[in-house]
């Protein structure tokens, strides 16, 4: 009995012994860091470190992955002889470094919002300013298309900008960015080089009006740009009403078949009641001029227009408008009741005056910075 009591006691302070040297030589594994290093990098998984702070959350990855690894090695080990110090700072690395991904990860995603919040809402505007402004400009095909392009590719960066995928957003941005920037720069050229016959265009117009004034007679002025055709009586205006033009309105007429709408002085020399025309009403032009013949003969001689080229006839203003587009051939349409109206008012010999606007491009763009004079 006291031999049985003997080995009890004997075991019981073994076992102390062991116990004490166990907790004295921190073989104790290390649960609490590995699990608190494991929820901190589930939480910057969650919130796209991965994505926002790659480096960080590399190096978090790798100290977790270390520790698991030292962890299971000491495991093997007799546990007399475990060591989990080096596993345990790996995992409270671990743990420092996730922590640091979730911050800039939070900041990142912050400014991003931020950020691209403030493009989505400047391109909206960029967008609607440059369909208003180029409405009726006539675009090629490619350009209309990378035009759809872009919008759809704003719409795409929106949804993902609701979806606080700000990554993808920035992406889908950027390409619409580029389109757009490539397309506002190119039509900007375009409008300022049609612009620079201004000067030439308000000296028409001067010139128009004067005579009206001088001769007290009726005179048209159309403004291409507005989509107008003003009456002056006098040298006063009158009436103006809304007009549509040839698709390739751009520029004066060059020849036969462009649907370019010719611009400079010109005169009636014909009234069209309806029945001898298919439009209406229609007031002949006396197109070509003689400006125009020199131009076409100087196109044709430096090669700018075929050999073989036309230089076209048959400008009118003529009825069958109101169509919310630019359709005829060259000429310059009105509804059927306003050609009723301007039909009334002019006789052969009316001056006619085309020109691509009556206003420079600063009052017609205001927000631009252009190079007009």
Known sequence: MKRRLF????????????????????????????????KKLAVANVLRSPRY??????????????????????????????????????ALEAFDYAETAIHKTRNAISSSEELLGVRVSSLQEQLNDFEKKYDKFPFERKDRKNLVKCNLLLHEGILLYEK????????????????????????????????????????????????????????????????????????????????????????????????????????????????????HKALLLDYPNEDDQKRFLENKKNGTVPKGAKIGNLIEIHGNGGKGADWTNGCVA???????????????????TIVGSMKPLKEIFPKEQLNEE
Not at 68 to 81: A, D, V
Not at 334 to 352: H, N, Q
Request: proline residues 2%; charged residues 25%; contains cysteine.
């Open 334 to 352: 009105l509804t059927d009741s306003e050609m009723d109206k301007l039909f009334a008012t002019c006789s052969e010999g009316t001056k006619v």
């Open 164 to 279: 606080a995928d700000y990554h993808a957003c920035k992406v889908k941005l950027d390409a619409a960015q580029k389109i757009f920037d490539e397309l506002n720069g190119f039509y900007k050229f375009e409008i300022e080089a049609y612009f620079e016959n201004y000067s030439q265009w308000k000296k028409w117009v001067n010139q128009t009006i004067s005579y009206s004034r001088r001769n007290k007679t009726t005179c048209i002025i159309v403004d291409k740009i507005a989509r107008k055709c003003f009456v002056y009586k006098n040298g006063r205006e009158i009436q103006q009403y809304d007009v549509e033009l040839g698709p390739n309105w751009v520029g004066t007429k060059i020849q036969q078949g462009d649907k370019k709408t010719p611009e400079g002085h010109y005169k009636i020399v014909k009234k069209l009641t309806n029945g001898s025309t298919i439009y």
């Open 7 to 38: 080995f009890a006691v004997a075991l019981i302070f073994i076992s102390l012994i062991v116990y004490t040297v166990v907790v004295a030589s921190g073989i104790e594994p290390p649960h609490q860091e590995i699990t608190e290093a494991r």
């Open 53 to 90: 702070a790659r480096e960080s959350y590399k190096v978090a990855s790798s100290y977790y992955d270390s520790a698991m690894y030292y962890w299971q090695q000491e495991n093997q080990r007799f546990f007399l002889f475990r060591d989990y110090e080096r596993a345990r700072v790996l």
